[in-house]
């Protein structure tokens, strides 16, 4: 499974995990993170998760099991030679960064997740109406499966591989080893991570809430930037 990633330099350099139907360069780059940590000196490593940008996209399932995209993580740090990393995940990517502690926590010093909460959004979606929108257009009737696949196929995305990581990445958690530091983050106006400032709180975590912010706009939010650099420092 060949893995395409970037790496910004800098000092710690810093592991970013972007979400579902999207790139490293759309997530990270384009709203402006990997700049953020090179002002203050970090580096960056970006993955395409499998299934997206330039990575391999398989159409099994059981590819996109989360251990699966944790590993292809772990073998991203490996081939750096870096044993120990600061690790932001946005939306899918903290589930993947999250199953990635579980798979190795002695490669994770401290987690920012962003954009997610307990409720895992594919396992909310009926996976007959997904495979009809994809392969014939019918629209659902959520309206999330919609507006999450519609500009992934619109820009050309590989909808069997899409198909494959939500069967794949159904019902994962944000379980994390205890002994790990988090900081959860989330847009205020983002009713995908419902009920994750009560998660963080029975975990002792931190949480950060971005007023007004959607799913979106808060990977731009110069506030989120902030509080996970402070959080990393």
Not at 128 to 156: C, H, K, M, Q, Y
Not at 201 to 211: K, N
Request: with cysteine.
């Amino acid at each position: 499974m060949r893995i395409a990633f970037d790496t910004a330099p800098g000092e710690r350099p810093v592991l970013l995990v972007h979400g579902f139907a999207s790139t490293a360069a759309v997530t990270w780059s384009g709203s402006g993170w990997v700049r953020a940590l090179g002002e203050v000196g970090r580096g960056a490593i970006t993955p395409d998760l499998r299934g997206h940008g330039r990575s391999d996209k398989p159409h099994r399932p059981d590819d996109y099991l989360p251990r699966q995209l944790a590993a292809d993580l772990v073998a991203v740090l490996d081939m750096l030679e870096l044993e120990q990393v600061d690790v932001i995940g946005y939306s899918l990517g903290s589930r993947v960064v999250a199953a990635m502690a579980r798979l190795a926590p002695e490669r994770v010093r401290s987690l920012v997740l962003g954009g997610a909460g307990p409720l895992e959004l594919f396992d909310t979606w009926d996976q007959g109406e997904v495979n009809r929108f994809l392969r014939s257009g019918d629209l659902p009737s959520d309206p999330t499966i919609a507006a999450v696949f519609g500009p992934a196929i619109i820009a050309g995305a590989d909808r069997e591989a899409l198909m494959a990581c939500v069967q794949g990445m159904a019902g994962s958690t944000l379980d994390v080893p205890v002994g790990i530091r988090q900081l959860f983050v989330a847009g205020g106006a983002d009713q995908i991570p419902a009920g994750v400032a009560l998660l963080a709180a029975e975990r002792g975590a931190g949480y950060v809430e971005l007023p007004g912010r959607t799913h979106l706009s808060a990977l731009t939010a110069r506030e989120f930037k902030q509080a996970a650099l402070e959080f990393l420092t």
